[in-house]
C-alpha cells in the first residue's frame, strides 16, 4: 500500500473484494483501514486511514 509504515503502522480491517457481497473495490483489489500504532494504544481512531491495495 501507498502509506503503510510496517514499523508505526497497524491494519485494523482488510475488505476482499466480494461477488457474493457483491463488493468491489478497484479493479478487483482490497478495502484497507489502518492506523498509526500509538494512535491504537490511546484509543484514537480519528485519524484512520483507507486505501485500496493493489
Known amino acids: ?3 503503510f509504515d ?3 503502522d497497524v491494519t ?3 475488505l476482499p473484494t ?4 457483491g463488493w ?4 478487483v483489489d482490497n478495502l484497507v483501514l ?3 500504532k ?3 494504544a490511546a484509543g484514537r481512531f480519528d485519524d484512520l486511514r483507507v ?3 493493489n
Open 24 to 27: 468491489m473495490f478497484g479493479d
Open 12 to 14: 485494523l480491517l482488510e
Open 6 to 8: 510496517l514499523d508505526s
Open 51 to 53: 486505501q485500496v491495495s
Open 1 to 3: 500500500m501507498h502509506e
Open 38 to 40: 500509538q494512535d491504537l
Open 18 to 21: 466480494s461477488n457474493l457481497m
Open 34 to 36: 489502518t492506523i498509526r
